[in-house]
Structures are given as C-alpha cells and as structure tokens.
C-alpha cells in the first residue's frame, strides 16, 4: 500500500495537474494532454475523504481555470479570482463526490462513476449560478480531435466530455486500481478504443440551397483618448465604408459583427442615415449586432437585420446576458463596488431563440456571442427551424489574449453538434466560417480590416443530438445517483461465530421507568425460562415504586439484580450500563428486553437458541413469522418505513434494525463497546446493528410477536423518532462518502 503524501504536496500535484489541463486549450492549445492531465487528480483522489477531495478538486480547478481564464486579468485581479474561483469550486464538488461513486475492487464501474460524475458536474455549472459559465469546458478542447470529435453530433460536447474522463479515468485505475497485467493493460486498451472508435460515426453534411455570405470585419482600435461616443460612430462609419466595396459584386447576406452599431452611433442620425444609404446602395440583407435602446427605456443586445432597401424588418434580442458584463445582479447590494459602475445599464434579456426569415433567404439562427458557450441554447436555435448559424462576435475588449481563438473553439463544437455551418462574425475578429465538420473554412485575424466572404450550405436535417439534446448528462446523473444511493458494503467478515457452553450464562436486561404494572409480571415470566437465565432491572429512579417491585422478587431470588439510578437518563445509556455489568461478571449471552409486556417472554427461547448461530439475534416482526398487535396502520406504515429506510441508508442485512428484543453474545459487546455511543432510542439500535455489521459479526433474525403495552405510556417521542431518522441519514451519507459513521 502506497503512503498517501501530505497534504501540502498533494494540493501542489493537484495544482501542476491543472496547469498542465489547461495547456489543451487556446494560446497553447495541445490537445492530447487532455487524456492524461486529469490522471494525477484522480490518483491522489483515491481514498480521500470528502473533505480531502473538495480541496485537492479546489486546488486542480483553481490552476487549471486560472490559467485558461487569464485573459479576465483585463478586466481587473477581483473579476479574474472571483471566475476562477466559481469555476474552480466546480471541480471542487467533484472532489467531494467522488468518494461517493467510487468503491475499491470496481475499476471499470469507479471509470464510469468518475466520468459521469465530472460530465455532470461540468454540466451543472454551464447552467448554473447566473444562468451559468461554460468556458474551459473539457471537450471544447477537442476540436481539433478528428476522430472524437465526430461524437458531438451525437452526444453534443458531453458525449467528448465523459470519453475524455473515462480515458484519464482508466489510465488511473491502471495506474492504482489493482489487478494483474492483462487486466492493467485491458483497461488502456479500453482507453485507447474509446478514442478510435468515434472515427466510424461520420460527420453531418449541410445538403440544402448554398447561400453567398460575406462577413465585415474591422479594426476597432482608435486613437487614445477618445471619448465612448465617438468611438461608437468611428467603428459604425468604418462597417459603412467597408460595406460599400460590396456594390460591384453583391452576396446573398451581409454580416457585422456585435458592437457594430453601439447606442450612440444608432442615435445619430446622421450615422444611421449612412448605414440605411450603404446597406441599400447594396441591395442584400445584412444583419448587425447592435446595443438598442428602447423608447421603453430598456436596452437590449441584439442583431437587427436589414432588409435590401436598408429597413430594419426584424431583430433577435440577446436570452443569455452576461453576468457582470451586460447586467449586474443584485445590484442594490453591490453597491459598495466600484467595479459594477463600468455596467451602468442592466440590459434587458428576450423573449427567447427564434430564427430570421422573411428577408429572402432560408430561415437561419443569430445566437449572440456569449450564448454561443451554450450547446443547448444554440440547439434551440436548430429546432426552431435554423438552417445555418450566425454568431455576432464582440472580443475586442481582450486584445490578442486567446479568448477569441477558445471562443471559435466553441463555434467549432457547436457547428457539427447542430449539423449547420457556422459563420463568426467578430467586430474586430477574428471571424470564420465553419463548416458542419468542425473545420474552419477561412478565417481572419484579429483587428485586421477584411471582408471575409464564402459559400455555404443550409440544411434542414437534424442530428442525434439537436434531437435528443443533453441525454448524455441527464443518463449520466441517473448513473451518478444509482452509484450514491448504493452504500458501501462490509469489508470485515468474521465467519461463524464459536460455541456456546452448554449452559451458557446468559443476563436479560431490562430498563424500566415507571413500569411498576408490569415488572413483575415480565421478571416472573422470564425466570421460568428453561434456560435458567439472570435478570438485571435497570431502573431510573421510578416514582411510581417499579423498583420496590423489584427488590421483593430479588429478595426470594438470587438471579434477580437491581440496579436503581439517581434520574432518568435514557434507554441508550441503561442499556450500556447493564452491558458493561454482564461483560465484569462473565456473562456468555446478553439479552435486550423491553418491560412493558410488549415483548413475549416466551419468544425468548427462540432467540437463545439462534445465538448459538449468530453473534446477534434480533428479535423481528417484520420477516416471515412476525408480526404487531394492537397498532394503527399510520403506526405500523412508519415504523416500517423506518426499517426500510434505515436498511437502505445503512445496507444493514435486517428487517427490523429497530427492534429492541435481541441476544448479543459476549465478543461483539466486547468490540461495539470499544468506541462511544450517543445516540438513543430507535438510533441507538439502528447503530447497534450498523456497527456490528460493520464490524463483520453474523447476523440473524428470528420472528417474533409485538404487543402495544396496556399500561403506561411510550418512552418513544416524535423527537426521538426524527433524531433517529436524521442520524440515519448521516451515518449512510458518511458510509457512502468511505467514511465512518459517528453519532
């Protein structure tokens, strides 16, 4: 067994291995690391706590995401921690979880419970908080995987996302997860096919109508020191001049990118005279992204689409705003940021993904730049009858930093997930078009003033994925939940337990308060058992005289002891003290047993001869055989609720974990009473029967018949029962976490 390294190591191995993850992508942009960078987080994962793992997923997320989102520093060290940081803790909470899906003995199911669970993870945080970040996505970084990459138009980017874990997955549990060398070597091998295999689905092909698309492109830089306004007519003025150049030779469609027609050069009317001179001067539809202005006050990003003779005929508002960027949630109680005043106008999101049609040319979809992070926004978009894909692009603000280049990463996915041809249309670059393959046609520089300008194909089929849409990590989460809800099963066995003595010794405990109706009754009936057996009355001071009761039958019999204490303290603690009374006395077999009548003294031969068998016999009404007198349904539906729940949290082997009729033999009391209890009630014989499972001592059932007691009332509170039940939702959290229970 390997040592595990400390902690400070492991956080900075974590730490290299998400250095290394982000190498797969844009400046640097090797994809193949993928495959191994996740390798070291997943060994040092193996056994760690949910604690542990949190912080080394914490450590991986923050060096991986802060390497690759590097090109936030622009916008200042608070906005670059607190993305890094919310992406970070992403892969944080799968540290966490990972103990839960994993188990020792299982490499192929661990592989497949690790790739689920990261796919999920990955998934949950391109939705969410804000509608949610998909950037640094692991199977964006595969678009340049040929073979893999085919696997989007079925899967979408989860489908490469899970194989590209699955692959780091196996190569670990070849590394670590045991086995001899064809099974070590069987698990790369399974590696290796789960790269090469996706090279038999082919590729989508757009089959429709060819459109002629011409995208502007220009250099958004201008002199220092010019003020917002002006900036906005400059850039709009050179869209108009280059768009004119289009006159001797028109296309079908004319594209600018986002920003082109900010809200000061729309207000301007000589500006907007321009633009309707020079799109009409032209004669083709052009669409332009633009930040509008409503007369309702709100401003929204949008693509406003021109028709031939310069008129604006329709418009596609922006659903998916920018965080921080284009709005500033909770605004009132972020006041005391200085940061938020560079948004000083919450934009207004639209209605939502609609296609642009009426303009001469097959329906097509304009989502705009940042929505272009989201698969399952742009396959909206497709559904709603998009034949191709235009994406107004804006990076302007992050200079020559490779945010524009992991932008088209994502064009690239979206392009063969969605089966269209994607053009991106980047104020300032750098623009493309890309085909339904995933290949980038042409493309532009950034800030390099061009028309970038192809043919390309519309299509109206549909791939498995716009079809089908997330199911990889929807099938992935039932996965995921199937692997939690299966808790860790007993790794100690003992075998069959010795023999008994002939006779062994055997000591019934019986804890009372107030039990002076039946105490008698229950003493007498015990002693006339056949296996001559001792009884010791646990009592809590009882101020109806159940302890006077006592002593007159202990008076005329010897095996009757009392022990009497100053308050009561619960039937956890009474019972523990008369367990540590029969092991100092030498007891072989010691004996549960309620006062009150409700247990049948004549059960008790039954069990005494199981324990024979077994280091435990529970006395159980809920196997064949047994049964309860005298409940109400509600009653008898809880209590079996409880046991079924308990046994499903806990994967105890009984039916009736809470029933406190039951025979220990000596050795298991040995062992239980090694660590403290502090639990009562149900919970502490739920813990009982979990610990002595645990700890791989046999366990058996024997029917029995329950009787509600005629006097007095029961101990059992609704408190109690809650306690109970949140303890056993705990102990089989902390149980499927690899961890141990503690009360």
């Known amino acids: 067994m390997t040592t595990r390294p400390r902690l400070a190591v492991a956080l900075a191995a974590a730490a290299a291995g998400g250095l290394v993850l982000s190498l797969a992508f844009p400046p640097a942009g090797i994809w193949p690391v993928a495959f191994v960078a996740v390798v070291p987080l997943l060994l040092l994962l193996r056994d760690a706590r949910p604690g542990r793992g949190a912080l080394l997923g914490l450590a991986f997320g923050l060096a991986s995401f802060g390497a690759i989102l590097y090109w936030i520093l622009r916008f200042g060290e608070m906005a670059w921690f607190a993305l890094t ?71 979408g980017v989860w489908g490469i996302t899970f194989v590209v874990v699955l692959v780091n997955a196996l190569i670990a549990e070849a590394i670590a997860g045991g086995g001899g060398v064809r099974a070590r070597a069987g698990r790369v091998l399974l590696a290796v096919a789960l790269v090469v295999v996706p090279v038999l689905i082919p590729f989508p092909r757009a089959d429709g109508p060819e459109v002629d698309v011409a995208a502007i492109q220009v250099d958004v830089r201008v002199p220092e020191g010019t003020s917002s306004l002006d900036e906005d007519l400059i850039v709009a003025r050179r869209f108009v001049d280059l768009h004119r150049s289009l006159v001797a030779d028109p296309p079908d469609l004319v594209l600018w990118g986002e920003g082109a027609l900010d809200p000061a050069a729309a207000a301007d009317p000589t500006t907007a005279a321009a633009v309707t001179e020079a799109i009409a001067s032209v004669g083709v539809p052009t669409v332009a992204g633009a930040v509008v202005n409503d007369p309702d006050g709100s401003q929204h990003t949008s693509a406003l689409v021109f028709d031939g003779s310069g008129l604006v005929v329709d418009r596609y508002d922006k659903v998916h705003l920018v965080p921080f960027g284009e ?32 303009v001469g040319l097959p329906s097509f979809g304009t989502p705009i730049c940042f929505e272009n992070a989201f698969p399952s926004l742009v396959r909206s978009f497709v559904r709603a009858g998009a034949t191709f894909l235009v994406v107004p692009v804006n990076n302007a603000s992050y200079g020559f930093t490779a945010a524009a280049a992991q932008h088209l990463q994502m064009s690239r996915m979206r392009a063969v997930e969605t089966g269209r041809w994607v053009v991106d249309a980047a104020v300032s670059g750098p623009s493309a078009f890309v085909d339904p393959q995933g290949t980038v046609v042409a493309s532009r520089e950034l800030f390099e003033t061009s028309i970038l300008r192809e043919r390309i194909r519309t299509s109206e089929a549909r791939t498995l994925y716009v079809r089908l849409g997330d199911w990889v990590p929807w099938l992935s989460l039932a996965f995921v939940v199937g692997l939690v809800t299966i808790p860790r099963r007993r790794t100690a066995v003992r075998g069959t337990p010795g023999p008994l003595p002939s006779s062994p010794r055997t000591l019934v405990i019986l804890p009372t308060y107030k039990e002076v ?64 009374i029969a092991l100092d006395d030498g007891y072989d077999l010691v004996v549960e047993m309620d006062s009150d009548l409700s247990h049948d003294p ?39 609720g409880g046991n079924r729940y308990a046994r499903f949290m806990l994967s105890v082997p009984v039916h009736d974990a809470t029933s406190g009729y039951r025979v220990y033999r000596r050795e298991l009391l040995q062992e239980l009473l090694r660590t403290p209890f502090h639990s009562d009630g149900y919970g502490f014989q739920v813990e009982l029967v979990m610990r002595a499972d645990r700890l791989g001592f046999d366990l058996a059932e024997v029917p029995i018949t329950f009787r509600e007691r005629e006097h007095g009332h029961s101990k059992i509170s609704r408190t109690i029962v809650i306690e109970a039940l949140w303890l056993f939702t705990r102990w089989g959290v902390s149980l499927r976490g690899g961890g141990t229970p503690h009360s």
């Open 517 to 580: 109706d039946t105490i008698g009754t229950v003493v007498t009936r015990v002693l006339q058992a056949p296996e001559h057996v001792d009884v010791l009355v646990v009592d809590d001071s009882s101020p109806d005289g159940t302890a006077d009761e006592v002593r007159i039958i202990a008076a005329t019999d010897p095996r009757v002891r009392l022990l009497v204490r100053p308050e009561k303290s619960g039937l956890a603690s009474a019972y523990l003290d008369g367990f540590r």
């Open 327 to 358: 709005y500033v949630p909770w605004r009132d109680r972020l006041g005391w940021l200085d940061a938020i005043d560079q948004v000083p106008v919450d934009r207004v999101p639209g209605p939502g993904p609609r296609t642009i049609e009426g």
């Open 85 to 155: 940081l919310l992406s970070g803790l992403a892969v944080a909470v799968f540290g966490l979880l990972v103990p839960f899906v994993t188990r020792r003995g299982h490499p192929l199911r661990n592989a497949l419970g690790i790739a689920s669970l990261w796919t999920v993870v990955e998934w949950v945080r391109s939705a969410w908080p804000l509608g949610g970040f998909s950037w640094g996505g692991l199977g964006v970084s595969q678009v340049d995987d040929r073979p893999l990459l085919r696997l989007a138009s079925v899967g």
């Open 602 to 640: 004549s059960d008790l031969s039954p069990l005494l001869e199981a324990a024979r068998h077994h280091d435990l016999t529970i006395g159980s009404r809920y196997v064949p055989g047994g049964s309860v007198t005298d409940w109400s349904r509600l009653r008898l539906a809880l209590s079996r």
